[in-house]
């Protein structure tokens, strides 16, 4: 096990691509806390849809996105951008979409715990 993190870490390591380095693209850290906060946004607008059908989902959408896109002081631009370039390489996503899948996890076990 401690191998295959090990790997895995020299891996990103060795991926960081040249748009990484001249800051065009999000750090992964910084991609996984945003993208987990999108998702529990997706998550609750289609909650609130089935209760209150005045919501316009786009409208309601888009100002939440900004505001997750605030709190994480992310560029929206910067963010499609580099999912973007996450799209074109499956590695890099597997190993975001793996830590936003930890990182749910550990948020639901600090829930159950208190």
């Given at each position: 096990?401690?191998?295959?993190i090990?790997?895995?870490?020299?891996?990103?390591?060795?991926?960081?691509?040249?748009?990484?380095?001249?800051?065009?693209?999000?750090?992964?850290?910084?991609?996984?806390?945003?993208?987990?906060?999108?998702?529990?946004?997706?998550?609750?607008?289609?909650?609130?849809?089935?209760?209150?059908?005045?919501?316009?989902?786009?409208?309601k959408?888009?100002?939440?996105?900004?505001?997750?896109?605030?709190?994480n002081?992310?560029?929206?631009?910067?963010?499609?951008?580099?999912?973007?370039?996450?799209?074109?390489?499956?590695?890099?996503?597997?190993?975001?979409m793996?830590s936003?899948?930890?990182?749910?996890?550990?948020?639901?076990?600090?829930?159950?715990?208190?």
């Amino acid at each position: 096990m401690r191998k295959t993190i090990m790997i895995g870490i020299l891996f990103l390591a060795a991926c960081a691509s040249k748009e990484t380095k001249t800051g065009k693209l999000l750090p992964i850290k910084t991609m996984q806390q945003t993208v987990w906060q999108l998702m529990q946004v997706d998550e609750y607008l289609t909650r609130q849809i089935q209760t209150d059908t005045t919501i316009q989902p786009s409208l309601k959408k888009a100002q939440y996105y900004q505001q997750v896109f605030n709190i994480n002081k992310v560029d929206r631009v910067q963010f499609y951008t580099t999912m973007d370039y996450l799209d074109k390489h499956p590695v890099e996503m597997k190993v975001l979409m793996d830590s936003v899948e930890a990182l749910s996890k550990r948020e639901k076990l600090t829930l159950i715990a208190h």
